[in-house]
């Protein structure tokens, strides 16, 4: 979980990641996206999210890689909020 305060041009508030675990070759075959409102998907390794991702959104993902499983991360603008726990 991420909050982000607003600024000028960004609204603020809270942002969720779910961690819905791995799937195989098999079950990637089988997504179908819908094309009015995804226009392309792509599998990539963490390095790789590393390189695409910026700002709260890339350290927000890198948060949850390295996360325990069955954890909530409490951030704020994608960095860990000291003293807080879940």
């Not at 998907?41 to 996360?67: F, I, K, M, T, Y």
């Not at 991360?73 to 726990?85: K, M, W």
Request: aromatic letters at 6%; charged letters at 25%.
């Amino acid at each position: 979980m991420d909050f982000l305060r607003p600024k000028a041009r960004h609204q603020g508030g809270l942002r969720f990641l779910f961690d819905c675990g791995s799937i195989g070759p098999a079950e990637r075959a089988t997504i179908v996206l819908q094309a009015d409102e995804i226009g392309d998907c792509r599998w990539v390794s963490p390095a790789e999210a590393d390189e695409l991702l910026s700002g709260p959104v890339g350290r927000r993902v890198a948060q949850a890689l390295v996360a325990p499983t069955s954890t909530t991360v409490y951030l704020e603008d994608g960095r860990p909020v000291e003293g807080v726990t879940s």
